[in-house]
């Protein structure tokens, strides 16, 4: 046998060797759904749930959220089982795009078909006390979905049921409500002030 | 290669969080590059990532205190990888049927990056067990014996892939190579 | 002063007498425990008025409430407060008639949010018309996210219908979305980023219902 690695194939190792930077966000993602998958009875869980992956907009709370990284996540994930088992992965926005189309019959056949899905939500925010996601899929109350911390140190996470469809919300920081920095926001003509825009895709 | 401090798997085999939270901290990096070049879709590469995260947490009950991490982590993430190689590709380059660049820089990049491409485009032509073996012994430069143990195949099956993906390799890229000096 | 006082508890009695009527059912027991929750009176009589209204006009209240519910998270003003639910209550009524016969609660709460950011009345109509057996909510909601982002109502619409026509999922018209927001913050107009990311994922449909891609069968 020789000794594969020669000029040529160092090259090609180094062509393929750079490595992707940290990504706080795909960590806070991970993290999450290690959460869920703790938190959840074994069973198939699909959500399919898309984000705007560069956030351009600015914070309006800025001053609230100054010491704090926000992230959101997402998470598609089928049931967890054992270490070879194939992972169940139902389907995910970019997988779905791929996927061949299928025509409306194979939809919903009722309009009230529908059915709510769970979407994983992370907030990394270092210095609060409290955190709770409201918004109009839990009537903006506060107590329905506080979230809770990961680690001594880690993001914030909760599980909220979401019918599908585009849904404004916001978090309550320490009783403070703030838009979501990455995520979209809309203008609120109503109360005044921003609010933030999630869109929940069907199962 | 630079491995994890011995004891945070341990610490995190005990349920100790925060130990978790440096062990995905630590490697996600690299394995986001094991299974990029793998699956050659940034998509389907963080699916099998996070998929192998929380495998190995879910695992961790079985990991043995005396193994070594490095290569436990990667058989579970070069599982994932398998899992959806075979499940079907997707659409390689969704954002190619655009065609009008977003920025000049991208363009830039794209010239920048020739090299790069043809050796990945090569590197995908491999069967998928060539290009596991390959990947892990050149880049992610993990000895014979600990990918013998991850992946489960003998010693002398294993040179003999890589030495077939690095015949490949060499047949097709020496030209390319070539030019571009 | 007294007057006033006196006032008050007549209307909070009348409001409190609606409550035990919407309370018939669980879903209405509910709605019952969150109006009640709210503290202050005065908001509380604006919101009972409202889904009492709502209720006559079989327009579903839930969206309203919510409405309601988030002026209170908000700390708005009763005013602020009836504004808004008799704002939404009118775009819902108007919803509910563009997408019937068949619209969920979802739909329809998702066809005044379309009509609240300038989608025509005649598109709701005819994405009723292109998935009459379906729910539209995701669909709605794209359109809505589109024209928000200032992609001209004309375009995004006609994007939208022909995606449903073509057989697009839901996830490939959030895709859609998500990709133009992306385009469109790396400085592309909505308008090109529409078309760029629209004519993608067309190419990946089939063809519409009675057209082949090669020439028409001789009859």
Known sequence: ?203 | MNEIDASVPLRAKRGEEQAFIEIVDFYYPRCLRFARNMLQNDQDAEEAVQDAFVRVHNSFPRFREDARFDPWLFRILANRCRTLLSRGRRHRSLIEYGEVPVTAAAAQEDYGADWAEEVRVVLDSLPAEQKEAFLLRHVEDLSYEDISALTGVRLSALRMRVKRACDTLRARLTEVGQHDR | MKKNSLNTHVTLAAAGALLVAFAGSRAGAQQEARVSAIRDDATRIVVVEQLSLAKEHGVPTEPLLSKALEGVAKKASSASIRTAMDNLQKRLRKANDLLAPSASVDEVSAGADALYVGVHDKTLRQMRQAAPRRSIAVELGVLTELVARKVPEAKASKMVLDLMARGATGAQLTALNSAVQNDVAAGLTPEAALDRHGRGILSLLPPPPGVTNGNPRPR
């Open chain 1, 1 to 203: 046998m020789i000794d594969e690695r020669d000029e040529l194939i160092e090259r090609v190792a180094q062509a393929l060797s750079p490595l992707p930077p940290k990504n706080a966000r795909a960590t806070a993602q991970i993290l999450a759904a290690v959460r869920a998958n703790r938190t959840r009875a074994p069973g198939r869980f699909a959500l399919v749930f898309e984000w705007l992956r560069q956030p351009t907009f600015s914070v309006s709370s800025a001053g609230l959220l100054a010491a704090a990284a926000l992230v959101i996540g997402f998470v598609t994930r089928g049931a967890l089982s054992t270490l070879d088992q194939p992972l169940s992965v139902e389907a995910s926005t970019s997988a779905a795009l791929n996927a061949p189309a299928i025509t409306a019959t194979n939809a919903a056949s009722d309009v009230n078909a529908v059915r709510a899905v769970p979407v994983e939500i992370t907030f990394d925010a270092a210095s609060a006390k409290s955190v709770s996601i409201v918004g109009d899929f839990n009537n903006w109350d506060a107590a329905v979905a506080p979230l809770t911390r990961f680690g001594s140190n880690g993001p914030w996470t909760v599980t909220v049921k979401v019918m599908p469809g585009r849904h404004l919300y916001a978090f309550v920081v320490d009783g403070k409500l703030v838009v979501d920095p990455r995520a979209p926001h809309t203008r609120d003509l109503d109360f005044g002030g921003d609010a933030s825009v999630l869109m929940v895709n069907t199962p």
